[in-house]
C-alpha cells in the first residue's frame, strides 16, 4: 500500500496558517484541506437555519444531511452552495470559535478530515490537526504570530475582500477567540510535543513558506522544488 505523507499545520486565529499551507501544498503538488472552512461552513449552516450558535443543541441539529465539499480552487460549497466569500464575514468569524468547540461537530468534520488524509499526500491547517486529527502526522508545524501581527493581516485581508470591518474590531475578536481555542474543553488549541514552531510575526510570506518547506524536508527527506 502506498505511504502518503500528512503535514498539519496548526496554530492561532489569523497567523497565516492558510496562505503557506495552499502555497506549500501547490509547490509540493500536495492537497490543501482547508479544515477552518469546514467549520465555518458549519457555522454558516448554523446561522442561515436561524438557530444559536452558542448553543450545542441547536447548531447539532444541520448535521443530519450536511455536505462540505472543498475544491481544489479553494470554492467552499455547503449543501451545495457556494459559502467561499461570505463564510468570512465577520458574523460567521465571531461565533465559529463556538462551534469548533462543540464536540459532536468536531468528530463529525474529523471523520471526514481522516478519510481525506488517507488517500492522498495532503496538508492540513486548524487548532487541533497535529494533536488530535492526525497524531501520527509525519510533519507538525505550530505557527504563531503576535496578537497585533494578526489583526493587521485579518484588516487588510477583509480590505481586500470588500468585507467591513475595523482593527479595533478585529483585534478584539483575535483575542476572544484565543482564549475559546485555548480554553475548550474538548481538543483546544495546542502545540503538540513534536511539533516544530515557527513565529512569523517578522516573516514575509515567502520567508514563512521557505521555513515550512525547511522542516518538511528534513522530516521527511523529500526533495524540494525550486520556487
Known sequence: MEKFITVAIDGPAAAGKSTIAKRVAKLLNYTYLDTGAMYRAVTYAVIKAGLDPEIEEESVKVLPGLKIDLKEDGTVLCNDEDVTKVIREPIVSSKVSYI?????????????????????????????????????????????????????????????KGIPSTLEEITESVKKRDY?????????????????????SDMTIEESVDAVLAVIKEKTGIEIPCH
Open 100 to 160: 469548533a468547540a462543540m464536540k459532536p461537530i468536531r468528530l463529525a468534520l474529523v471523520d471526514m478530515q481522516r478519510e481525506m488524509a488517507n488517500s492522498k499526500n495532503v496538508i492540513l491547517d486548524g487548532r487541533d490537526i497535529g494533536t488530535y486529527v492526525l497524531p501520527n502526522a509525519n510533519v507538525k508545524i505550530f505557527q504563531i504570530a503576535s496578537v497585533e501581527c494578526r489583526a493587521k493581516r485579518r484588516y487588510i485581508e477583509n480590505l481586500e
Open 180 to 200: 475559546i481555542d485555548s480554553h475548550r474543553d474538548f481538543a483546544p488549541l495546542r502545540k503538540a510535543e513534536d511539533a516544530v514552531e515557527i513565529d512569523t
